[in-house]
């Protein structure tokens, strides 16, 4: 079997799973959700899923990881006691990430592009040239899917080497660069005039728009964001040292990856209602609205709204380069550990099944209109059946299994690090896992279904 990795520092682990956390989630989901879904009414809800749901959900996932050192399925299968069935779980989880990473990577790959053409100044124009760039290029039949393809060749690349030279390396660069380039767009935007009412839309909520569709928006936007229930904390904790303290982490990775995504809602929303543009144009707000946002609010001067527009699409690419990493790894690390083959071929595996999918999902945006299943174009429906059904289900098991079926000495030895760690959150974990998870993914499931 191929020699397995290990991230080589404590603030090695915090940036490669925060770049795991940290990325299109943060930066393009997000905002648009909020924008849709009341504003700071639905980052509450959101709120609230990551401290209910998602940090005993994350904490689960590296303990399985973290204690069978091994891909996610075979982790599943160990800890377990070697009960077949919980395999299965891992396999979902497998399946979710590399469905994501499909049609992540068209999105990775307009933001690749848009980048290209942001520094080439190919994005000034008015509004309407703006919204006709997007139509023309997204619905292009070949551009975007070399796009897509050219970013999972970059991932291929750190991916295929290795845990400490490539993820974690790719990550110590990456992150701090990420946020330098946030927080200066953040100041750009809210000095704008008018810059206020989009920092009230982010900070007063409207409870109105709120019904039991947004609350399985806001946890399935919460797991997505968190990487939940993909596996990929698992694989990623598989790397953790002995002495993690997994808690600790869980806590600094949420909070990270949530103030990231709020910081990312100052950035665009005081820019565009500055400009009197709409919060909740939809997906495609960054690439429709953004590029004339910004050149609008610095039409005075216009080098200030080039240089706004390119950093906050190297931005983009980065958030996704890092969460493109972590989906890959899970795979990667599935068929080299499972197939026995080297970690050159089982790169090339995930590399090749992703491209598929991704050209699929990026001819069915508008190249080709019969790319669809169950009404909705393949991109949409792969985006629609793993952030609000693949993931809450692996978290729903995921915590059942943690929570009745490990052993709870085990578990709770994983917890505390064998007892050197505080045991004093154990209890109030143990009983989120067996209860509040469980209870509330269901809950939110059956009523959005009409069941409840
Ligand atoms: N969390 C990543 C983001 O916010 C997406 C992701 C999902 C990454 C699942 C890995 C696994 O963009």
Same mark, same amino acid.
């Given at each position: ?205 409207? =409870?109105?728009?709120?019904? %039991? ?6 946890? /399935?936007? *919460? #797991? +997505? !964001?968190?990487? &939940? ?88 690419? =980065?958030?996704?380069?890092? %969460? ?6 899970? /795979?990667? *690390? #599935? +068929? !080299?550990?499972? &197939? ?19 050209i699929g999902c990026s001819l069915s945006v508008g190249a ?76 939110? #499931? ?7």
């Amino acid at each position: 079997m191929a020699h397995r990795g290990n991230f080589g520092s404590k603030l090695g682990i915090i940036l490669a799973t925060a770049g795991s956390a940290v990325g299109l989630g943060n930066v393009w989901r997000f905002p648009f959700m909020a924008g849709h879904n009341g504003g700071a009414a639905f980052i509450i809800i959101y709120f609230g899923c990551i401290l209910l749901l998602g940090i005993p959900g994350m904490v689960s996932e590296f303990i399985i990881g973290r204690h069978s050192q091994a891909n996610a399925a075979r982790a599943y299968h160990h800890i377990s006691g070697g009960r077949k069935l919980w395999r299965m779980v891992g396999y979902l989880g497998i399946l979710t990430a590399t469905i994501i990473l499909g049609f992540y990577a068209v999105v990775a790959g307009w933001c690749l592009q848009y980048l290209y053409a942001s520094l080439l100044g190919h994005l000034n124009g008015d509004a309407n040239y703006v919204i006709d760039y997007f139509r023309s290029f997204s619905t292009h039949p070949l551009k975007p899917c070399l796009w897509a393809v050219a970013f999972l060749l970059i991932t291929h690349t750190v991916v295929s080497r290795g845990v400490q030279k490539g993820i974690e390396r790719a990550s110590k660069l990456l992150m701090p660069l990420l946020m330098v380039l946030l927080v200066t767009i953040v100041i750009a935007s809210c000095l704008l005039p008018g810059s206020q009412e989009g920092i009230e839309f982010l900070l007063k909520p409207d =409870f109105s728009k709120v019904s %039991s569709s947004v609350m399985l928006e806001a946890l /399935g936007q *919460a #797991f +997505f !964001s968190l990487s &939940l229930g993909t596996a990929c904390l698992c694989t990623y904790a598989s790397y953790f040292k002995r002495d993690t303290n997994l808690l600790g982490s869980a806590m600094q990775i949420a909070l990270l990856d949530t103030l990231i995504a709020i910081l990312a809602g100052l950035m665009i929303f005081p820019a565009a209602f500055s400009v009197g543009v709409e919060p909740d144009s939809g997906p495609s707000l960054i690439f429709i609205t953004l590029p004339n946002v910004f050149q609008q609010a610095f039409a005075s001067m216009p080098v200030v709204g080039y240089v706004v527009g390119v950093l906050f699409y190297a931005l983009l690419v =980065f958030a996704a380069l890092t %969460s493109t990493i972590s989906m890959h790894e899970i /795979g990667t *690390a #599935f +068929f !080299s550990e499972e &197939l026995h083959l080297s970690r050159t071929k089982a790169v090339w595996i995930l590399t090749i099944i992703c491209s598929l999918l991704a050209i699929g999902c990026s001819l069915s945006v508008g190249a080709v209109d019969k790319i669809a299943l169950f009404g909705l174009p393949l991109l949409d429906f792969c985006d629609y059946i793993t952030a609000q059904i693949m993931l809450p289900m692996g978290a729903f098991f995921t915590s059942l299994f943690v929570g009745w079926f490990v052993d709870q000495q085990l578990l709770h030895d994983e917890f505390t690090n064998n007892g050197t760690v505080s045991t004093r959150f154990f209890r109030i974990y143990q009983f989120a896992v067996r209860f509040v998870v469980p209870v509330c993914i269901a809950l939110i #499931f059956l009523h959005q279904f009409d069941i409840l």
